[in-house]
């Protein structure tokens, strides 16, 4: 298939292109900037310039291409509903230029939270209400798609998808722990984190859009439940620090904005994922990662 494949040049994107060219596809990349587009091309990829707020060129990498991959997403936490507002219109779109086909179209979601709201590890079964989160609702309009014929799939990632290079959660814990002289965790430590490889993200999105069947929810998770705990251990661990606790009520003054994450309780399965797609990560663990010196160079 020839993949249109949005946020080539990101974190996860770049390595969802060469797993796609790998499989025998060719792959449309989505970047914003010539400086971007080498990398992409230096992969095997062609170059389609271009922000999520260019819909006619989204309309365009979505119509001459066989799939879309849709990963790019605006992540500024100070305008979450105007992202939101944005990802919702480029999926729009590509419901528009995908009518009467059975191309497949895949999207970036994410699992956290999802957990503190059902009071149990969250499953691919599950469907909260669009007024959860605004990147949940765009979620919920893909799958509506399905509805209509198309074969639209939404992938759930884990909030750490590691691996070198990573500038995500985990480095902003890292220097969080590195400012305050101390590797907390919140509370008692037992909220529970989920973590998944970026080849075995990569990988799984590959799958998705030669496989999975219209409307379905897949969830990138590897790890299921690391404790904050654990996480905030191997870091005092790689930092030579002490590991304290903090007052739940207190996280977000200590960790900064990432410690309303942090506090969540975000334990997510994967059962499903797996045996619907034969899925199965083989990639490091988060602490494998740790160990292996990629997060306290």
């Given at each position: 298939?020839?993949?249109?494949?949005?946020?080539?040049?990101?974190?996860?994107?770049?390595?969802?292109?060469?797993?796609?060219?790998?499989?025998?596809?060719?792959?449309?990349?989505?970047?914003?900037?010539?400086?971007?587009?080498?990398?992409?091309?230096?992969?095997?990829?062609?170059?389609?310039?271009?922000?999520?707020?260019?819909?006619?060129?989204?309309?365009?990498?979505?119509?001459?291409?066989?799939?879309?991959?849709?990963?790019?997403?605006?992540?500024?936490?100070?305008?979450?509903?105007?992202?939101?507002?944005?990802?919702?219109?480029?999926?729009?779109?590509?419901?528009?230029?995908?009518?009467?086909?059975?191309?497949?179209?895949?999207?970036?979601?994410?699992?956290?939270?999802?957990?503190?709201?059902?009071?149990?590890?969250?499953?691919?079964?599950?469907?909260?209400?669009?007024?959860?989160?605004?990147?949940?609702?765009?979620?919920?309009?893909?799958?509506?798609?399905?509805?209509?014929?198309?074969?639209?799939?939404?992938?759930?990632?884990?909030?750490?998808?590691?691996?070198?290079?990573?500038?995500?959660?985990?480095?902003?814990?890292?220097?969080?722990?590195?400012?305050?002289?101390?590797?907390?965790?919140?509370?008692?430590?037992?909220?529970?984190?989920?973590?998944?490889?970026?080849?075995?993200?990569?990988?799984?999105?590959?799958?998705?859009?030669?496989?999975?069947?219209?409307?379905?929810?897949?969830?990138?998770?590897?790890e299921q439940a690391i404790t904050s705990r654990d996480v905030a251990t191997?870091?005092?661990?790689?930092?030579?620090?002490?590991?304290?606790?903090?007052?739940?009520?207190?996280?977000?003054?200590?960790?900064?904005?990432?410690?309303?994450?942090?506090?969540?309780?975000?334990?997510?399965?994967?059962?499903?994922?797996?045996?619907?797609?034969?899925?199965?990560?083989?990639?490091?663990?988060?602490?494998?990662?740790?160990?292996?010196?990629?997060?306290?160079?």
């Amino acid at each position: 298939m020839r993949v249109f494949v949005t946020g080539a040049s990101g974190w996860i994107g770049s390595a969802v292109v060469p797993e796609l060219i790998g499989a025998g596809h060719q792959v449309l990349g989505l970047v914003r900037s010539p400086e971007k587009a080498a990398a992409v091309e230096d992969a095997g990829a062609e170059v389609l310039l271009g922000s999520l707020e260019d819909l006619d060129t989204l309309r365009q990498g979505a119509e001459s291409s066989d799939a879309v991959i849709h990963l790019a997403y605006i992540h500024d936490f100070s305008q979450i509903d105007a992202a939101a507002t944005v990802d919702r219109a480029a999926i729009t779109v590509f419901g528009d230029a995908l009518a009467g086909t059975d191309k497949p179209l895949s999207i970036a979601s994410g699992t956290l939270g999802l957990a503190a709201v059902l009071g149990r590890p969250a499953t691919e079964d599950d469907r909260p209400d669009a007024s959860f989160h605004p990147r949940t609702a765009t979620a919920a309009a893909a799958l509506e798609l399905a509805s209509r014929g198309f074969r639209t799939s939404v992938v759930r990632l884990s909030p750490t998808v590691h691996g070198d290079g990573d500038k995500g959660f985990t480095p902003t814990l890292i220097a969080v722990a590195r400012e305050q002289g101390v590797s907390a965790y919140p509370g008692d430590g037992s909220n529970r984190w989920t973590a998944v490889h970026r080849a075995d993200a990569a990988s799984l999105f590959r799958l998705a859009i030669e496989r999975a069947p219209a409307g379905s929810v897949l969830h990138g998770v590897a790890e299921q439940a690391i404790t904050s705990r654990d996480v905030a251990t191997q870091i005092g661990q790689g930092l030579g620090l002490p590991v304290e606790s903090v007052p739940i009520e207190q996280a977000t003054e200590h960790f900064g904005w990432i410690g309303r994450f942090f506090a969540v309780d975000g334990a997510a399965a994967n059962e499903i994922t797996r045996r619907s797609l034969g899925w199965e990560p083989t990639g490091p663990t988060l602490f494998e990662d740790f160990a292996a010196g990629h997060y306290f160079a």
